[in-house]
C-alpha cells in the first residue's frame, strides 16, 4: 500500500505525519513503524504521528515512539502535528486536539512555524537522590550536570532508564546545566532508545523542575537550549502547582513523499 507522509522537525527532533482522517491506515503494527521510523530503511524519525478526526475537537494526535509502540505525549511532535493541521487546513492560527493525555490547546503564528503549547498541569514532583521526577504527559528525570557537552549522555541515560527502578516502565532522562539566563540539555528518549536532538516533555520537565529546585514561584519563563535549537518554556507556579504550561519553539516542514508500506 501507498501511503503519503510529511516529515516535520522541532528543534531537530523529527517526525513523520501521516493525514488519516479518511482512515486510510485502519491500523498500522509496530513493525511497520519501526521501519518506517528507521534512518537506513524507512524515512527516519523518532517517532510517527497519524492526525484523525475526533469528534469535539479540531483532531486526535496519535503518537508512535521510533520502537514502534504507542507513546506517551510528545511536546515537540505536538507543536509540530499542530503545523501540519495548519499547512492541512484543519486549523487556522489555534486549535485544540486531543492526546493521549487529554486536551491541548495551541496557538501557531502567521507563517505557521513558531508553535505554542499548553502542556498538562503538574502537581507533583518526587526526588530521586538528588534528581527530580515527574511527569509532564511522559515521565522524565530530570538531573544536574557540568561538563555536559562532553557528557557520555548515551551511557548514563542508558543505565538510569534500564535500572531497577525504571526499567520495567521506562523513564526519559534529562541532563541539565546552567546557561545564561537558561539552561543546556541532552535527553535520553526511552521508545528511541538513544539521545535526541530535542525533547519537548523533556524541557518542560527541566524548567518546572529548575524552578522547584532553585525555589522560584510566580510567573516564570524559561529559555533551554537543546541540540537541536532553542525552545521556551513558560508556566505559573504559586509553589504547590505548575499550571498554564506552555513548549514554545519552532516547527517546520522538512518535506513530503509517498512510501509504500507492507500491510
Request: glycine share 12%; hydrophobic share 35%.
Amino acid at each position: 500500500m501507498q501511503i503519503n507522509f510529511y516529515k516535520y522537525q522541532g528543534a531537530g527532533n523529527d517526525f513523520i505525519l501521516i493525514d488519516n482522517r479518511l482512515s486510510v491506515l485502519k491500523g498500522i503494527d509496530k513493525e511497520s513503524v519501526a521501519q518506517l521510523c528507521d534512518r537506513r530503511f524507512g524515512i527516519g524519525g523518532d517517532g510517527l504521528m497519524l492526525l484523525e478526526d475526533e469528534p469535539g475537537y479540531d483532531f486526535r494526535m496519535i503518537y508512535y515512539n521510533a520502537d514502534g509502540n504507542e507513546g506517551s505525549m510528545c511536546g515537540n511532535g505536538g507543536r509540530c502535528i499542530v503545523a501540519f493541521a495548519k499547512h492541512l487546513g484543519v486549523i487556522d492560527d489555534a486549535t485544540k486536539f486531543l492526546a493521549t493525555d487529554g486536551l491541548h490547546h495551541a496557538k501557531i503564528s502567521e507563517a505557521g512555524d513558531w508553535v505554542s503549547l499548553q502542556m498538562i498541569d503538574v502537581t507533583r514532583i518526587d526526588q530521586d537522590g538528588e534528581a527530580y521526577v515527574l511527569n509532564t504527559g511522559s515521565p522524565h528525570y530530570v538531573k544536574l550536570a557540568s561538563d555536559l557537552e562532553v557528557k557520555d549522555v548515551y551511557n548514563e541515560g542508558y543505565a538510569i532508564r534500564n535500572n531497577a527502578t525504571y526499567k520495567q516502565e521506562g523513564i526519559n532522562v534529562n541532563f541539565v546545566q546552567k546557561e545564561g539566563e537558561g539552561y543546556f540539555v541532552r535527553t535520553f528518549e526511552r521508545g528511541v532508545e538513544n539521545e535526541t536532538y530535542a525533547c519537548g516533555t523533556g524541557v518542560t520537565a527541566v524548567a518546572l523542575a529548575m524552578a522547584k529546585h532553585n525555589h522560584q514561584s510566580g510567573i516564570i519563563s524559561t529559555p533551554v537550549r537543546v541540540l537541536g535549537g532553542n525552545l521556551n518554556i513558560r508556566f505559573d507556579y504559586d509553589g504547590e502547582k505548575f499550571s498554564n504550561i506552555f513548549l514554545e519553539g519552532p516547527a517546520e516542514l522538512v518535506f513530503k513523499g509517498v512510501i509504500n508500506l507492507n500491510s
